[in-house]
């Protein structure tokens, strides 16, 4: 029986199966396995590459065999993908995983410790509560909107908005069931506001503490969200060969559509850490709003970008930038020094 070099394993809840492959790509065994016994299968197997989807669960089973000895790699799954036959289960994908991992020039996914996730689970929570503040406030309005009262957009609103539904003008408008509904509402949204306030102040303790979170602080459009995100979410700087990959990791690189030798290039893929990528955005989009405000840098790229493109289109490419000056930064441990504008 020949030997097995690589092993593809499609994960789940409690059903697993592994597909067993030698170095010339042919099948030795494909098994199904429960969650029990999964770890007492691997361990009886010599050493060899393990190959996983990089999904729910899939670290810390990559931690787990890489306690007994074997070589685990994550892909992703888009990568996987091309490699499934005709129709879909448990032992076609699990094929797929074993194939695409024989590929030479197969990308992977680092392998995250406990303490990595656990850092970057403060920006799971805080994205769960603003996003459960948003659907709130936008109740509240829609409710208010059926009554007449048409509240304007935003969180910025909402203190003057609960404020008249705490007073008698527009309460004595709305019905008598309807008011305590509101009065619940308006509750809901002070505690979520209340745990809002207590992660960015946990966010704002650890970009304190973090040498590299400060460093990147220097940036503008960065601060202390955005920094320890970073350091917390993306895989080590060193996995990068320089801040162009970087960026194109986090998906802010236009999509190509190139073909004949004809370079056609689109908007950004969107691929890779869409956390990061979002604050990065976001962090941009400040620096861009007060340059309209209160004028660019004469002579900078950012007047120059401004003076012929769309505002969007600026905090994009300028959200570009601010990647790569997070891998040079973090590559030459230097802190972030405004480039010198020539005036012509």
């Known amino acids: 029986m020949s030997q097995v070099s690589t092993i593809g394993l499609d994960i ?14 042919a099948m030795v065994f494909s098994r199904k396995l429960t969650r029990n016994k999964l770890l007492d299968f691997f361990a009886s197997q010599p050493g060899c590459t393990v190959a996983l989807e990089a999904c729910g669960g899939a670290h810390h089973w990559a931690r787990q065999l890489k306690a007994m000895g074997h070589d685990v790699r994550l892909i992703p799954p888009a990568y996987v993908k091309p490699f499934v036959k005709r129709n879909k289960n448990d032992a076609i994908d699990a094929e797929a995983i074993c194939e695409a ?8 996914v680092t392998v995250k410790s406990e303490e990595q996730q656990a850092a970057g689970l403060v920006f799971r929570a805080r994205d769960l509560v603003v996003r459960q503040r948003t659907q709130l406030i936008n109740a509240i309005r829609g409710h208010l909107a059926e009554y007449g009262w048409v509240a304007p957009r935003g969180t910025a ?14 309460t004595s408008t709305l019905p008598a069931a309807a008011q305590p509904m509101f009065k619940l509402m308006i509750d809901m949204l002070a505690e979520l506001d209340k745990q809002v306030a207590v992660l960015d102040r946990e966010i704002a303790r650890r970009a304190k503490e973090d040498e590299a979170a400060r460093r990147l602080m220097t940036i503008p459009g960065i601060g202390p969200i955005v920094a320890t995100a970073i350091i917390a979410l993306a895989p080590p700087i060193e996995t990068f060969r320089k801040g162009r990959d970087f960026a194109a990791w986090l998906g802010l690189a236009p999509r190509q559509h190139s073909t004949g030798g004809k370079q056609r290039l689109g908007g950004i893929t969107k691929m890779g850490e869409r956390t990061i990528r979002r604050l990065l955005i976001i962090g941009a989009s400040s620096v861009v709003l007060q340059a309209n405000r209160r004028g660019a ?14 505002r969007m289109l600026v905090s994009v490419a300028l959200a570009n930038k601010m990647a790569r000056m997070v891998w040079a930064l973090l590559t030459r441990k230097e802190d972030y020094k405004a480039p010198a504008v020539v005036v012509v």
Do not use: C, I
Request: hydrophobic fraction near 35%.
């Open 157 to 170: 609103h909402m203190t003057l908005l609960t404020e008249l539904l705490e007073e008698g003008e527009m």
């Open 297 to 310: 840098p004469r002579g900078s790229w950012l007047e120059s970008m401004l003076a012929r493109k769309p």
């Open 12 to 25: 789940a809840k409690n059903v697993f199966h592994a597909h067993g492959a030698d170095e010339r790509g």
């Open 101 to 108: 991992a024989q590929r030479p020039g197969m990308r992977y």
